[in-house]
């Protein structure tokens, strides 16, 4: 049971617009916690895609983007492409554990 | 382009202790403005921090492992290890390490490629 939640899978077909929501509480997002978003393929490490709630690391495109609200976050892709199918997983960090990290379980993207 | 890169033991027989180290290239791993994490993933799960070091040597564990983690730095061979005991088969996964910036909550900005450790005897 991951102490972030997010959905199992969403999809989308090319060029459409995704969501991928993250919903914590208040001893972590709600907390004041940033939050950070990687994409992980299969058998490859897994890359920061989003930092700070917002922000794209250098090479990241801008179809990528993050926001934060309260308790939650969310990950919007935009102009969906083949490429972008990949696991999708929010981080942040836990007061009422001891400051530790957390992950959300995962989200499937789907390209239609 | 700094990169990590795990290695170790694939396969531990339940009880025993789980050796990882990750060994750091194009950068060095003294540097004060990051510590040194690994993060696991058993199969069909999700991700699940274990713990990191900063470059002073002071080290934060997941709660849930802290009985069973120890995690050092051998600033000589530019690496850091991982070593998890007393390992059942719910600690079968693979295990990651990856550099985060020594700050309130940083990400995990670089990550290794990973090595699978299968729990079995």
């Known amino acids: 049971q ?6 199992p899978s969403v999809s ?4 459409q617009r995704v969501t991928i929501s993250c919903t914590g509480s208040s001893s972590n997002i709600g907390a004041g ?8 393929l299969p058998g490859t490490a897994p890359k920061l895609l989003i930092y700070g709630n917002n922000i ?10 993050g926001s934060k609200s309260g308790t939650s976050a969310s990950l919007a892709i935009t102009g969906l492409q083949a490429e972008d199918e990949a696991d999708y997983y929010c ?8 400051g530790s990290g957390v ?10 | 382009q700094l990169q990590l890169q795990e290695s170790g033991s694939g396969l531990v027989k339940p009880l025993e202790t789980l050796s990882l180290t990750c060994a750091v290239s194009g950068g060095s791993i003294s540097s004060g403005a990051y510590s040194w994490s690994w993060i696991r993933q058993p199969p069909g799960e999700g991700l699940e921090w274990i713990g990191y070091i900063y470059h002073s040597g002071t080290t934060y564990y997941n709660p849930s492992l802290k009985s069973r983690v120890t995690i050092s730095v051998d600033r000589s061979k530019n690496q850091f290890s991982l070593k998890l005991s007393s390992v059942t088969a719910a600690d079968t996964a693979v295990y990651y390490c990856a550099r985060r910036y020594s700050a309130y909550g940083a990400p995990f900005d670089i990550w290794g490629q990973g090595t699978m450790v299968t729990v079995s005897s």
Not at chain 1, 33 to 40: I, K, T
Not at chain 1, 103 to 112: A, E, I, M, N, S
């Open chain 1, 2 to 7: 991951s102490v972030l939640t997010q959905p």
């Open chain 1, 91 to 98: 981080q942040s960090y836990d007061s009422s554990l001891s």
């Open chain 1, 56 to 65: 794209r690391p250098s090479g990241v495109p801008d179809r990528f983007s």
């Open chain 1, 12 to 15: 989308g077909a090319p060029g």
């Open chain 1, 103 to 112: 992950f959300g379980g995962g989200t499937k993207l789907t390209v239609l």
């Open chain 1, 33 to 40: 916690y940033d939050v950070h978003w990687y994409q992980h």
